[in-house]
């Protein structure tokens, strides 16, 4: 039988598993995962963005980098296993780009931020300089 991880699954897992106490109350059955880590959510809201046609982007997935929606190579010390989308529009363009991370449709946003999962999850916030 196949088993299907939803968002939810994975929000649910990545919750419990930043959540000590109940790791604790369940470390007997705890395993050891090899999925990619999950993103933070640095916005509930996509990121209106000009882009020019035949330039290089590098949209972040990991939800860390402080130059938002965009890498700044913070997912090689915050996030690894999780890497920036590059992309290349064909011509000028101004898009929406998503922001929480979730979207299904990366690197544009589909409106899954108005989603129960991401109303109710916590926004991310640096903490270092
Ligand atoms: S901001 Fe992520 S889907 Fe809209």
Redo the contacts with the bound molecule.
Sequence with gaps: MNTVVTKLDRTLISLTLRQPWITSMASSKVQHSTLPPEPVIP????FKVELVGGKRYSWCTCGHSKKQPFCDGSHKTKAPGLFPLRFVPEKDATV?L??????SNPPY??????QDF?VSAPLHEHTDS
Excluded at 98 to 103: I, L, N, P, W
């Design positions: 916005s509930k809201k996509p929406w998503c922001g929480c991370k979730y979207t946003c589909d409106g899954t931020h108005k991401i």
